[in-house]
């Protein structure tokens, strides 16, 4: 059973940093893309970022280039999302997702976690 769990999110000040992990088992890390997608009320699911394990390719939204960095631990079957110069528009929860195929069909994967909160105010 695949399983997902996005952790490392919180309350920031803008122009902080934060780092999301999303720890995964179930299944063979190395033959999967990993991906995070965000969503704040009232507002649709953005996917935000995405690391193919079996190619090393990354995708990421115009709206995070530049900032936000994905990285992959493949000896902790754990990857990361590296968020810096946080705003308030990056409010939401962010969800982490899985799939045997690769980043192009990201929205929709397969498998996705619970989401982790995180809040960028002054």
């Known amino acids: 059973e695949v399983q997902l769990q996005a952790s490392g999110g919180g309350l920031v000040q803008p122009g902080r940093s934060l780092r999301l992990s999303c720890a995964t088992s179930?299944?063979?890390?190395?033959?999967?893309?990993i991906g995070w997608a965000r969503q704040a009320p009232g507002k649709e699911r953005e996917e935000v970022s995405c690391i193919s394990n079996f190619d090393a390719t990354t995708t990421y939204a115009d709206s995070v280039k530049g900032r936000f960095t994905i990285s992959s631990d493949l000896a902790k079957n754990t990857v990361y999302l590296q968020m810096n110069g946080l705003t308030p528009e990056d409010t939401a929860v962010y969800y982490c997702?899985?799939?045997?195929?690769?980043?192009?069909?990201?929205?929709?994967?397969?498998?996705w976690g619970k989401g982790t909160q995180v809040t960028v105010s002054s």
């Open positions: 179930g299944f063979t890390f190395d033959d999967y893309a």
């Open positions: 997702a899985a799939d045997h195929r690769n980043c192009d069909v990201f929205r929709y994967f397969g498998s």
